[in-house]
């Protein structure tokens, strides 16, 4: 079955600089690579998410890229705020089925 | 819209006592997605409905959990008897369509068994 990992477990960064976080998987099956954020108390919300024929996606000031023959796929937050503070979960799968989540990072942005 | 609304949202119970879970899903959704979420053991889909149906049970820990979805606007998570290893968050989801990719979470309930 699918395996993901997720680094770092734990980023501390000064607002307004960047974030990079970083999965790998296992299954070369899979084609879906979406990102959820959660904050304290709340369910996990989605907030980007990449499929297999696309290499990099951008929404505002998130991009996520992908990179299949490596399996690995990282999510990069610019400029960030105080209000990005949170867990981030990567997983992977297939986008029909169900998919596997990473252990999650805990971002905290220092204003 | 409410969102996908969980209840209660924290729960605390003995051992050996029965556990039920509630969720209302997004109304118009037609499918209903329970989840675990740990430390150890991070973030485990249980069980899926689609259209009221259960599609895969496989990530059920036990037989001592169960999930019912009597109509499209409610399911239940039973747990019982209850074990102090069943603390955790568990969280409701649901999605309009069959996608787990798509699916809107509710806020959990935090379980804790004692």
């Known amino acids: 079955g699918e395996n993901v990992e997720q680094h770092p477990s734990t980023l501390s960064v000064q607002e307004g600089d960047s974030a990079v976080i970083k999965c790998t998987y296992s299954?070369?099956?899979?084609?879906?690579f979406p990102w959820y954020k959660q904050e304290l108390g709340k369910g996990p919300q989605l907030i980007i998410d990449?499929?297999?024929?696309?290499g990099e996606k951008k929404d505002q000031r998130i991009a996520v890229t992908l990179n299949k023959t490596a399996k690995h796929f990282s999510l990069h937050i610019t400029e960030t705020q105080p209000e990005d503070s949170a867990v981030y979960f990567c997983?992977?799968?297939?986008?029909?089925?169900?998919?596997?989540f990473g252990p999650g990072t805990r971002l905290s942005v220092l204003p | 819209d409410a969102g996908v609304i969980q209840s209660p949202r924290h729960e605390v119970t003995e051992m050996g006592q029965e556990v039920t879970l509630r969720c209302k899903p997004i109304?118009?959704?037609?499918?209903l997605f329970w989840y675990r979420q740990t430390m150890m053991r991070g973030l485990e889909l249980l069980i899926y409905?689609?259209?009221?149906?259960?599609?895969?049970d496989s990530g059920m820990p036990e037989d001592r959990f169960s999930a019912k979805m009597p109509n499209a606007s409610f399911s239940t998570l039973k747990i019982q008897p209850s074990e102090p290893r069943d603390s955790a968050v568990y969280f409701c989801?649901?999605?309009?369509?069959?996608?787990?990719?798509?699916?809107?979470f509710g806020q959990g309930t935090r379980l804790t068994v004692v």
């Open positions: 989801a649901s999605s309009l369509g069959a996608l787990e990719a798509e699916a809107f």
């Open positions: 299954d070369s099956a899979s084609n879906y």
């Open positions: 990449i499929r297999s024929n696309v």
């Open positions: 997983a992977a799968g297939d986008y029909g089925q169900n998919f596997v």
């Open positions: 109304s118009g959704h037609n499918s």
């Open positions: 409905f689609n259209n009221n149906v259960p599609i895969d």
